[in-house]
C-alpha cells in the first residue's frame, strides 16, 4: 500500500481501478525546411487548420453550454480568442516566411513562446492558462495530420484517470460514466481541467508527484478528493475506513439538503417562491439537492443531439425523458424541445446553416422547418406524458403565431395518441418579439419561461461572450425594465413566468428577480442551496425597494452597487 499526497482541486470521494494517461514530454512536431515556392503553400494549410479548429471549438463550446451551462462554455472563449487573433496569425505566417520552416514547427514554437511567458507570471491563475494556448496548439496541429487525440472517451468502468496533466479539451473528452477520479502530477486549482472536473462533479486531486510512474495501471486507487490522500493498492484496513468515510460524507451531504433545505423557499415575510432546477442530463434529476426542489424547470433536450452523426429515434428520447420524469415524479419535469441553431450545430445538419447563425434559424423557427425532426421529439414527450408528469416548454418564440402553430402540432400528436389530458405548453421568452407579444402569448401558452441569456444578448445588442461584457450585460437597467415588464405582464395574464436563465442561479441577482415580481426561479440544482437560503433571509418589502432602485439606474455599475449593497445587508 501507497500514500501519495497532492492538493484537493475538486471535492468528492471515489475509488477504481489506475487508467494512466501519459502523453509524455515529447510532442511529435515535425520540423523541416521549406522552398520559397512552398511558403504560399504552408499558409493555406495553416489557414486551413484555424478554420477547422474554430469551427471545431464552436462545436465544442455549444456542446458544453448544453450539458454544463454557460460558464463552463465559456472556458473555450479564450481558445477562439488566440485562433481568431490577428496577430498570432500573422506571427506564425512571418515564421514560415522568414525562417523557411514548415507550418508545424511555426505554430509549435510560436505558441511555445506565449506558453512560456505565461508560465513566467507570478500569478497562478495566468500561469494556468499556458495550457490553454497549448490546447489550442495541439488542436491546430491534429488538423494539420499531426498528434491526434487521445482517446478517453471509452475508458474501462471504474476508472481513476492517473496523469502528468489534463488540458480542458481532455477533461471534456472523459468517458464521465466510466471516469471516477482523476489524479494530476500537474495543475491548479484555478485551471480549466479543474474547473470541468468540478462541474462534472468528478473528484480530482492534483499536485501528486510521480503519480504516472508510482501508479501502476490497473492498481486498485482511493481518491479523497477532500485532504488530496491518494491510496494505491489500499490494505484491508484501508480499504474498510475508506468505504465508511465515502458512505459518511454522502450522508452528512444528503441530510444537509435534507434537514436545512427542505420545504418551500419562503421569505421572512411569508412570500413563497418555487425553485426548479435546469438539467442537461438524466442522472442530474438525482443530485441529491434535487429533493428540496420543486422539480424540473428547464431539460435541455440538445446533448441527445449535438455530435450525434444521425438524430436520436423516438424511443431513444422516450427512454430518456421518462427517466427524468420517474426521477422527480410526482413533480413536473419541464422538457424544452430543441434549441439548435446559434452555436449549436448538430453533426447531422451542420451544412444547412447560415453565416450567420444567431440571427437565423434558432429555435422554434428552426423546429418548424426541420418539422420530421420537430415531430419525432413531440411524440417522445407525448409518449412521456403517458406515464408521467411532464410539461412541454418552446424556446426562441418570436410571437403567438409559431407558439400556436407549435402548439397545435403537439395537441394534435396527443390526440392522435389518444391521451386523455394534453401536457401544459410554455413558451419561453426571450426575444425582444416576445416581450412585445407577451400580452397575446400568454393568453395562449399554460405557463412561460423567460431565458434570460439569450434575451440579454439581443435586448443589448451585444454577444455576451464579448470580451469585457462577461458578467455586466445582466444588470444593465434596459435588461432590468425588460425583465420588470415580463413579470407584470405574466402576472397580470395570470401566467406563472420562470425564470431559467443562468441569473436564477446567482443569490445577488434571484433577489432582484423576486423584487421585479417573479416567483418562480430554475437554476442548476447545486446552486439552489445559495439561493434557498438567501431568500429565506429576506422580505418581500426589502426585495421590491432594492428592485425599484435598479430599476431607475442609469448604467450598470449602479445597478451592481445596489445590489451588493443589499445583499450586505442580509450577511
Same mark, same amino acid.
Given at each position: 500500500m501507497k500514500t501519495l499526497k497532492g492538493q484537493p482541486i475538486s471535492p468528492g470521494y471515489a475509488e477504481g481501478t489506475a487508467f494512466v494517461y501519459d502523453r509524455g514530454p515529447g510532442n511529435g512536431?515535425?520540423?523541416?525546411? *521549406?522552398? +520559397?515556392?512552398?511558403?504560399?503553400?504552408?499558409?493555406?494549410? @495553416?489557414h486551413q487548420a484555424i478554420e477547422r479548429s474554430a469551427e471545431e471549438l464552436q462545436s465544442l463550446r455549444s456542446k458544453i453550454k448544453s450539458e454544463l451551462g454557460?460558464?463552463?462554455?465559456? *472556458? @473555450?472563449?479564450?481558445?477562439? #480568442?488566440?485562433?481568431?487573433?490577428?496577430? @498570432?496569425?500573422?506571427?506564425?505566417? %512571418? +515564421?514560415?516566411?522568414?525562417?523557411?520552416v514548415n507550418v508545424e514547427q511555426a505554430v509549435d514554437a510560436e505558441v511555445s513562446d506565449l506558453a512560456r511567458a505565461l508560465e513566467e507570471v507570478e500569478s497562478e491563475y495566468i500561469r494556468e492558462r499556458a495550457k &490553454?494556448?497549448? &490546447?489550442?496548439?495541439? +488542436?491546430?496541429?491534429?488538423?494539420?495530420?499531426?498528434?491526434?487525440?487521445?482517446?478517453?472517451?471509452?475508458?474501462?468502468?471504474?476508472?481513476?484517470?492517473?496523469?502528468?496533466?489534463?488540458?480542458? #479539451?481532455?477533461?471534456?473528452?472523459? &468517458?464521465?460514466?466510466?471516469?471516477?477520479? *482523476?489524479?494530476?502530477?500537474?495543475?491548479?486549482?484555478t485551471g480549466h481541467a479543474a474547473i470541468l472536473a468540478r462541474a462534472m462533479g468528478i473528484p480530482a486531486v492534483t499536485g501528486v508527484a510521480?503519480?504516472?510512474?508510482?501508479? %501502476?495501471?490497473?492498481?486498485?486507487?482511493?481518491?479523497?478528493?477532500?485532504?488530496?490522500?491518494?491510496?494505491?493498492?489500499?490494505?484491508?484496513?484501508?480499504?474498510? !475506513?475508506?468505504?465508511?468515510?465515502? !458512505? +459518511?460524507?454522502?450522508?452528512?451531504?444528503?441530510?444537509?439538503?435534507?434537514? %436545512?433545505?427542505?420545504?418551500?423557499?419562503?421569505?421572512? &415575510?411569508?412570500?413563497? *417562491?418555487r425553485l426548479y432546477a435546469n438539467i442537461s442530463r438524466p442522472e442530474e434529476a438525482s443530485q441529491p439537492e434535487m429533493k428540496s426542489l420543486e422539480g424540473v424547470g428547464l431539460f435541455r433536450t440538445e446533448y441527445l443531439f449535438l455530435g450525434q452523426p444521425i438524430p436520436p429515434i423516438e424511443a431513444q428520447q422516450e427512454e430518456v425523458y421518462a427517466a427524468i420524469a420517474s426521477a422527480v415524479a410526482p413533480r413536473p419535469a419541464v422538457i424544452r424541445t430543441l434549441d439548435l441553431g446559434g452555436d449549436k450545430k448538430p453533426a447531422f445538419l451542420t451544412d444547412s446553416f447560415e453565416a450567420n447563425p444567431n440571427l437565423g434559424m434558432r429555435g422554434l423557427r428552426f423546429s418548424l422547418a426541420e418539422r420530421d425532426l420537430f415531430e419525432t421529439q413531440l411524440r417522445a414527450i407525448a409518449r412521456t406524458a403517458l406515464k408521467g408528469n411532464v410539461c412541454v416548454l418552446f424556446p426562441m418564440v418570436l410571437g403567438v403565431d409559431d407558439f400556436l402553430t407549435a402548439a397545435e402540432r403537439f395537441r394534435q400528436i396527443c390526440h392522435e395518441l389518444e391521451l386523455d389530458d394534453v401536457p401544459p405548453i410554455g413558451a419561453m421568452i426571450e426575444t425582444p418579439s416576445a416581450v412585445f407579444e407577451l400580452d397575446r402569448i400568454a393568453t395562449e401558452a399554460d405557463f412561460l419561461s423567460v431565458g434570460t441569456n439569450d434575451l440579454v444578448q439581443y435586448v443589448l445588442a451585444a454577444d455576451r461572450n464579448t470580451e469585457g461584457l462577461t458578467g455586466r450585460l445582466g444588470v444593465h437597467p434596459a435588461v432590468v425594465r425588460v425583465l420588470q415588464q415580463i413579470a407584470e405582464g405574466a402576472a397580470a395574464a395570470g401566467r406563472e413566468a420562470c425564470v431559467c436563465g443562468e441569473v436564477a442561479g446567482a443569490p445577488t441577482f434571484a433577489r432582484l428577480l423576486v423584487g421585479l415580481g417573479f416567483r418562480a426561479l430554475s437554476m442548476a440544482p447545486r446552486r439552489s442551496p445559495a439561493v434557498w437560503t438567501a431568500l429565506f433571509e429576506s422580505n418581500l418589502a426589502q426585495l421590491e425597494n432594492t428592485a425599484r432602485r435598479a430599476v431607475e439606474c442609469r448604467n450598470e455599475n449602479e445597478v451592481s452597487d445596489i445590489l451588493e449593497a443589499a445583499g450586505a445587508t442580509l450577511t
Amino acid at each position: 500500500m501507497k500514500t501519495l499526497k497532492g492538493q484537493p482541486i475538486s471535492p468528492g470521494y471515489a475509488e477504481g481501478t489506475a487508467f494512466v494517461y501519459d502523453r509524455g514530454p515529447g510532442n511529435g512536431v515535425p520540423r523541416y525546411q *521549406i522552398g +520559397r515556392n512552398q511558403v504560399d503553400s504552408e499558409h493555406g494549410r @495553416f489557414h486551413q487548420a484555424i478554420e477547422r479548429s474554430a469551427e471545431e471549438l464552436q462545436s465544442l463550446r455549444s456542446k458544453i453550454k448544453s450539458e454544463l451551462g454557460q460558464a463552463e462554455a465559456d *472556458i @473555450f472563449a479564450a481558445h477562439l #480568442s488566440l485562433l481568431h487573433d490577428e496577430a @498570432f496569425r500573422q506571427r506564425t505566417r %512571418e +515564421r514560415i516566411e522568414r525562417d523557411l520552416v514548415n507550418v508545424e514547427q511555426a505554430v509549435d514554437a510560436e505558441v511555445s513562446d506565449l506558453a512560456r511567458a505565461l508560465e513566467e507570471v507570478e500569478s497562478e491563475y495566468i500561469r494556468e492558462r499556458a495550457k &490553454d494556448v497549448q &490546447d489550442v496548439k495541439r +488542436r491546430v496541429l491534429k488538423h494539420l495530420g499531426h498528434g491526434p487525440e487521445e482517446e478517453l472517451k471509452r475508458l474501462p468502468a471504474g476508472s481513476v484517470l492517473v496523469t502528468r496533466e489534463l488540458l480542458p #479539451s481532455d477533461t471534456l473528452g472523459l &468517458d464521465r460514466e466510466h471516469v471516477t477520479a *482523476i489524479v494530476m502530477e500537474h495543475g491548479g486549482e484555478t485551471g480549466h481541467a479543474a474547473i470541468l472536473a468540478r462541474a462534472m462533479g468528478i473528484p480530482a486531486v492534483t499536485g501528486v508527484a510521480g503519480a504516472t510512474e508510482v501508479i %501502476e495501471p490497473g492498481s486498485h486507487v482511493h481518491v479523497d478528493g477532500q485532504s488530496g490522500e491518494v491510496t494505491v493498492s489500499p490494505n484491508e484496513e484501508a480499504e474498510s !475506513a475508506f468505504v465508511s468515510v465515502k !458512505a +459518511r460524507q454522502s450522508n452528512e451531504a444528503t441530510h444537509t439538503v435534507e434537514e %436545512e433545505y427542505t420545504g418551500p423557499c419562503r421569505t421572512q &415575510d411569508g412570500t413563497d *417562491i418555487r425553485l426548479y432546477a435546469n438539467i442537461s442530463r438524466p442522472e442530474e434529476a438525482s443530485q441529491p439537492e434535487m429533493k428540496s426542489l420543486e422539480g424540473v424547470g428547464l431539460f435541455r433536450t440538445e446533448y441527445l443531439f449535438l455530435g450525434q452523426p444521425i438524430p436520436p429515434i423516438e424511443a431513444q428520447q422516450e427512454e430518456v425523458y421518462a427517466a427524468i420524469a420517474s426521477a422527480v415524479a410526482p413533480r413536473p419535469a419541464v422538457i424544452r424541445t430543441l434549441d439548435l441553431g446559434g452555436d449549436k450545430k448538430p453533426a447531422f445538419l451542420t451544412d444547412s446553416f447560415e453565416a450567420n447563425p444567431n440571427l437565423g434559424m434558432r429555435g422554434l423557427r428552426f423546429s418548424l422547418a426541420e418539422r420530421d425532426l420537430f415531430e419525432t421529439q413531440l411524440r417522445a414527450i407525448a409518449r412521456t406524458a403517458l406515464k408521467g408528469n411532464v410539461c412541454v416548454l418552446f424556446p426562441m418564440v418570436l410571437g403567438v403565431d409559431d407558439f400556436l402553430t407549435a402548439a397545435e402540432r403537439f395537441r394534435q400528436i396527443c390526440h392522435e395518441l389518444e391521451l386523455d389530458d394534453v401536457p401544459p405548453i410554455g413558451a419561453m421568452i426571450e426575444t425582444p418579439s416576445a416581450v412585445f407579444e407577451l400580452d397575446r402569448i400568454a393568453t395562449e401558452a399554460d405557463f412561460l419561461s423567460v431565458g434570460t441569456n439569450d434575451l440579454v444578448q439581443y435586448v443589448l445588442a451585444a454577444d455576451r461572450n464579448t470580451e469585457g461584457l462577461t458578467g455586466r450585460l445582466g444588470v444593465h437597467p434596459a435588461v432590468v425594465r425588460v425583465l420588470q415588464q415580463i413579470a407584470e405582464g405574466a402576472a397580470a395574464a395570470g401566467r406563472e413566468a420562470c425564470v431559467c436563465g443562468e441569473v436564477a442561479g446567482a443569490p445577488t441577482f434571484a433577489r432582484l428577480l423576486v423584487g421585479l415580481g417573479f416567483r418562480a426561479l430554475s437554476m442548476a440544482p447545486r446552486r439552489s442551496p445559495a439561493v434557498w437560503t438567501a431568500l429565506f433571509e429576506s422580505n418581500l418589502a426589502q426585495l421590491e425597494n432594492t428592485a425599484r432602485r435598479a430599476v431607475e439606474c442609469r448604467n450598470e455599475n449602479e445597478v451592481s452597487d445596489i445590489l451588493e449593497a443589499a445583499g450586505a445587508t442580509l450577511t
